[in-house]
């Protein structure tokens, strides 16, 4: 059959609500034109992100009802370091309350002043995260990966020659990890090639630096070089993801995404030494090492959910959904990033508002219409979240896991629709900043139509 169907049925659901166009317009006008300010009843379809934010499976509710809540030494904890033993092979396995967490207490102990930590793509909370230690986050993707048009098949990979001259010209000592994102988040969720993970691990070797995965979404990656990496096709999104944490140090992780869970991270590594260093700061802000953050049956929801998100029939079916959408918005004649990501849809806001300048926020413009218009909820990944950092002006429309049907996409598809004819005829303004903080400023900033 040519139809790939969702591999669940749905055995729970959840009302959508129904805000009219004005009782829209009032809320997010009460919300400083912020999205992140919007409550969820203001929201028909919500792809503001995808994390946190899918369906777990019975087996995890089952699971969770295990959760063994010991402070010390809980099994829900021995069950966790297990799936992410067998998935990463890394023995030092670290929970933490999210991706973020990981990432602070890695930068607090390998970051600070003077030290340069490259990536492919930072996203925001690791660049932030880099930043606050005093050390500089720097992206050297690859060239391909900054053209929203460009076909490439691995546009998250790393420009390794730029790596080498990085780590040559700052000098070993005061590069203390090269972090490498799947998928390429911030980069339009573009995977990286299982030969670019091997060619970043001999950089690291020549200059006897550590590489650490950000693997948020390692099995979306996986899937990915499956379908496109001919040396692959034959192995499992499994055995794929176990050659990709082959090659790397250690990880951090937001579970948040291909955990399958609703909250939860981790911090996993080799070197016994650093972990316990790790452990100490845990200590100090997250909790005991074997819980972190986490309850017992959190714990359990991400054991069993990182095995899930492996699932050949799950990763079929997630990729289908992602470029069903993209069809969508590329024949109501709105340019996307290419080719799809695998979490997200990104539309390519430069390209549709070319009369909207980016000191005006084309991004957030185009994200604030789709929600005007039909109640969809998207975010901006451009110069509002990454001021002059920022390479394109994008808005992801992200796919929550096992969440939404055929039927809501072909709605989101009307909304795109409807919303480029306006945007071809000059509708649209742009924005600009009333209030704004010093990190992060998207997530708070207060903005006013021009
Ligand atoms: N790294 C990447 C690549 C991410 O996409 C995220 C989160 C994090 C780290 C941080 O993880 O949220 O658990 O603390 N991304 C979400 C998003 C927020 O919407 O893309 P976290």
Redesign the pocket.
Known sequence: FKTIIEPFRIHSTQQIPFPTREERLEAIRKAGWNLFGLRSEDVIIDML???GTGAMSARQWAGMMEGDETYAGSRSYYAFRDAVHEITGFQEVIPTH???AA?RILFSILGGKGKVIPSNTH?D??RANVEYSGAKAVDLVIQEGRIPSSEHPFKGNMDIAALDKCISEVGAENVPVVML?VTN?SGGGQPVSLENIRAVRAVCDKYKVPFFL?A?RFAENAWFIKMREASCAHMTPMEIANAMFAQADGC?M?A??DGMANIG?FLAMKCPEVAARCRDLLILTEGFPTYGGLAGYDMEAIAIGLREALDPLYLCYRARSTAYLAEKATSAGVPIMKPVGGHAVYLDASALLPHIPREEFPAQALALALYVEGGVRG?EIGSLMFGDVAKMELVRL?MPRRTYTQSHLDYVGEVIERVAAKARAKELNGYRIVEQSQWLRHFTVKLEPL
Request: charged letters at 30%; glycine letters at 10%; hydrophobic letters at 10%.
């Open positions: 992100t995808d994390s999210q991706g973020r990432e996203f909370t690791t994102t988040n950000d948020c951090t937001s948040k995404k991270g975010c992200a």
